[in-house]
């Protein structure tokens, strides 16, 4: 499986923007980029994913670099509620069917301050 | 519409024991995985069903099996339980499909051996 390299930790404050990133520097052309996160005592969830493109949706933004061997997960105005630890994770598309296994690694762990 | 739920929401073991945690799909979705979330670190995928057959494995020995019903849920079993098996247990649900397929996690079932 492709890894990814995330930061430990980040902080943040309330309201301003978050720029998490993401090294993968041995994602293969099939491989999706999927964000994740995880809130205190719940499951993961899931936040955006990409291949090639930017993508945007409610939750967040996904910027891809043009190598694709690295992106960012922009979060435009961070709240509380968005304390958690975030996946970066690549999920293998190979022969346009996949049973889509996620390889979680440890993540970043986002503090936002009031 | 529900999530996906699983049962129980936490156990306690002894050592050799054997236990069985269930799941149930989110609506629509055909694919169940379980992971297993050690304290402090991301979840490790353990194994993938669809069409009631084991699709995919992660590195877990034998003494994790598992079974998918007809009406897409699931269940994983443990046999001869380790103190290391102590961990939150997730179920993931999802469409069969590329690797862009998001899955939905439940909250999990927190295993405790003693």
């Known amino acids: 499986d492709a890894k990814t390299t995330q930061p430990n930790s980040m902080e943040s404050n309330e309201e301003e923007p978050v720029h998490l990133p993401c090294n993968h520097s041995?994602?293969?052309?099939?491989?999706?980029i999927h964000w994740y996160r995880q809130l205190p005592s719940q499951g993961p969830e899931y936040v955006i994913h990409?291949?090639?493109s930017n993508v945007n949706n409610r939750m967040a933004s996904l910027a891809i670099a043009e190598d694709r061997k690295s992106s960012t997960l922009i979060l435009h105005r961070a709240t509380l509620r968005d304390a958690a630890v975030y996946y970066c994770?690549?999920?293998?598309?190979?022969?346009?069917?996949?049973?889509?296994?996620?390889?979680f690694g440890q993540g970043t762990i986002l503090t936002v301050h009031p | 519409d529900a999530g996906v739920t699983q049962s129980p929401t936490h156990l306690i073991k002894t050592r050799g024991q054997q236990v069985t945690l269930r799941c149930s799909p989110k609506?629509?979705?055909?694919?169940v995985s379980w992971y297993q979330q050690a304290l402090g670190q991301g979840p490790q995928f353990i194994f993938q069903?669809?069409?009631?057959?084991?699709?995919q494995r992660g590195n877990f020995p034998d003494r994790f099996s598992g079974h998918q019903f007809p009406n897409y849920s699931s269940e994983l079993n443990v046999n001869a339980l380790l103190l290391g098996d102590s961990a939150l247990y997730l179920c993931?649900?999802?469409?069969?499909?590329?690797?862009?397929?998001?899955?939905?996690f439940g909250p999990g079932t927190r295993l405790t051996v003693t």
């Open positions: 993931a649900s999802s469409q069969l499909g590329g690797g862009w397929r998001e899955q939905y």
């Open positions: 041995t994602i293969s052309g099939t491989d999706y």
């Open positions: 990409g291949l090639t």
């Open positions: 994770i690549l999920s293998a598309n190979a022969g346009g069917t996949s049973y889509g296994k996620l390889t």
């Open positions: 609506s629509g979705h055909d694919t």
């Open positions: 069903y669809y069409e009631e057959e084991e699709r």
